[in-house]
């Protein structure tokens, strides 16, 4: 995972060294040059989500302990010190956390627990963020919770779960923040949602699904955030999309696909936001000889930042497992016209909460290269097998041609371990 605080990009996941510097599943390094900073706290376990806001950054993941502390799978860090908080959540448990979204007041995590503390809390809870205690809400997602992004006073949802907020809801729902009970609001993807990201009146989402509200949709669509009714935005991949980001007109999609649109593009790709055209922005990403690769997050800004699992990018002959590198996104964006404008109509209401600050984008462009050295293996976590997929399938042929968009490569490549 990777999110960006002014100067830095703070990292996690399953790897134990950093541009060949000693980091167990979190570092943070300078967008400057790329390198590790002397920040290093000692995790026993991976991490899957973060949250930066102001001068506090919070994770989740598959750790129990920090810097020898206990923490069970969910902290806070002051980033003015770099020293864990007195935060301190009862056991959140099994693993893992994989979303964690800020109010003022609260801290909501989604993952794969069944228990927070002494009270059962299925894959979603709210924490207070002064003491950490449980509170009463308490959605019941019944399968794990992937994403949560909050707008207009509504927490939205993304995950594998077919029931959550006392009603049938399929990968993606929407929750009121008092009462954790979900709002009529109901796109109704036929499978799981990895990732989720809003952007004005619309709610883009990627996954594993084909179908959303009965429509062809294969893994990547968008709905109009006021109602929930499909758009005409259909971008089209051909396998799974687990990372959604979107800066000015495009969209920028990671996941596990290897087309986009009927074009080529290998785990990661920009289409157009209003029309769902693919840009020719391109990094083609590989994956090891072993295993496919996927891109799993991605931040966009000035720079585009890739985190995922590949042994070479942007044609740059570094070999590595998990990394992350920044690229110039597309100079343009493809501009035909339209297909779709939603309108918004009328907005399920809720208690407006506090909107998150946005974190900087980087500046300028790193340059540091680096290799890796062999680690010991991580410390494994619980895991659960998660029911059958759909077998239903959808296609969908093109039919426009994108624009020619030439790509410019930034490549910053902070290598990271992962045994």
Known sequence: MIALSEETLYVGGH????????????????????????????????????????QSL??????????????????????????LTSWQPPEIFPPLVRAIVLTPDSVFIGGEFTRAGDVFRFRIAKLDRATGQVTDWDPVANYHVYDLELANGILYAGGGFTNIGGQ????????DLQTGQALPWNPDPSEMVRDLEID??????????????????????????????LTDWNPNANAAVRAIDVQGGTVYLGGEFVSVGGSPRFYAAAVDKTTGLVADWDPHAVGSLAASGFIYDIEAGDQIFLAGEYIDIANSGHSYISGFAPFDPPSESPTPSPTHTPSPTNTP???????????????????????????????????????SPPTETATRTPTATPPVITPTYDVWLPIVRQN
């Open 15 to 54: 790897f134990t060294s950093v541009g060949g510097v000693s980091r167990t599943f979190l570092a943070a390094l300078d967008l400057q040059t790329g390198q590790a900073t002397d920040w290093n706290p000692n995790l026993n376990g991976s991490v899957t989500a973060m949250a930066v806001e102001g």
């Open 200 to 229: 004005g009146n619309t709610v883009y989402f990627g996954g594993n699904f084909l179908f959303v509200a009965d429509q062809p949709r294969n893994r990547i669509a968008a709905v109009e955030l006021a109602t929930g009714l």
């Open 168 to 175: 049938p809801r399929s990968g993606l729902a929407a929750l």
């Open 349 to 387: 209401t809720a208690t407006p909460t506090h909107t998150l600050t946005a974190t900087n984008t980087p500046t300028s462009t790193p340059t540091a290269t680096a290799t890796f050295t062999s680690t010991s293996s991580p410390t494994p976590i619980a895991t659960h097998t998660p029911t």
């Open 58 to 83: 919070f994770i989740g993941g598959g750790f129990l302990h920090i810097d020898g502390i206990q923490r069970d799978y969910v902290a806070e860090f002051d980033l003015q010190t770099g020293q």
